[in-house]
């Protein structure tokens, strides 16, 4: 194995590391502001949006992220009214799709750990909070969001890990994510496992930081 090559090469590593933490920050950002619409939609079984909802998670869980990220990236882009939109400037920027559809897979996700969470929450906390002569809107802000987040800590950290792994389609688009960094060294050099074993290595680095830093949420704010 050819050290010498890695070290040579760092700046391509670090360019991937930007880009997959990158991709992976915004994507779980955006996910999980829209996450929050679809579980409470879902939760509470919301007239005609809770069915769209539940089929929007369905949908997505259902299908592999490759294949949604394909359709994004690829496929909208053989229609002829999608090029001559004003949404085709953003459409054929690769890390915009990259972003939209990591960002909607991991809605999905967190979406149905928020809903579990939220309708596990005990009603006798639901109608106190009720006979405090509470709305449903403040109820949700007060009560039933922030103890459905401590709760649903551990399994969302679950969802952090899986969408930085999945963050390695990122580079069967182009985006030189830290997949794409290890490729790039081992098709220029015609080696094999010094590229892959760098992004693994810096992929197991970054599941240690996220795994220790949710150990740290979860004794301050976790509750079963």
Known sequence: MELSLIVQNWQVFALGLWNTLWLVGLALLFGGILAIPLALTQAYKTPYIGKFSLAYSYAIRGTPLLVQIYIIYYGLGQFEAVRNSIFWVLLKDP????????????????????????????????????????????????????????????????????????????????????????RRLNSQYYVTFEGFITAAVLYMTIVAFISFAFRLIEKRYAIT
């Open 95 to 182: 890390y915009f799709c990259a972003v939209l559809g990591f960002s909607l897979n991991s809605a999905a996700y967190a979406s149905e750990i928020l809903r579990g969470a939220i309708v596990g929450l005990p009603k006798g906390l639901i109608e106190a909070a009720y006979a405090c002569g509470m709305s449903r809107f403040k109820m949700i802000r007060r009560i039933a969001l922030p103890i459905a987040y401590r709760r649903s800590i551990f399994a969302y950290s679950n969802e952090v890990i899986f969408m930085l792994h999945g963050s390695v389609i990122a580079s069967t688009i182009t985006i030189v994510d830290l997949l794409g960094a290890g």
